[in-house]
């Protein structure tokens, strides 16, 4: 079965309460739970902020100068704060299943498939 990382991006910055937070938690444990029981997630992680972030760019290609640049590559709305893959039958059941995930109502959730190098020729 094919891959497929659901890719959840939302708007950063914000201060959430405790109670908000705890609320967002068991949204996203409640989804985990039942995509891991269907055997559909293969693994995933939530992001830090981009605040973190570090973009590297090799001046002159192959060899030549790493540079460093505190933050991400492009500023968005949006950011980029965790993902999913997830292993489904076809894109119509992966797109399934990112509607379950919190992310597609706070948010926006990507879905992309994964290149299979194993049928690579």
Known sequence: MPLYAALIYSEEGGEASPEEWSKVMAEYNEFSAKAGAAG???GGEALEE???ATTVHVKGGKGG???HTDGPFAETKEALGGFYLLKCADLDEALGWAAQ???AWRGRVEVRPCVDFSQAQ
């Open 40 to 42: 559909v997630i293969q």
């Open 50 to 52: 981009t605040t973190t």
């Open 65 to 67: 100068e790493a540079v």
């Open 101 to 103: 995930i919190p992310g």
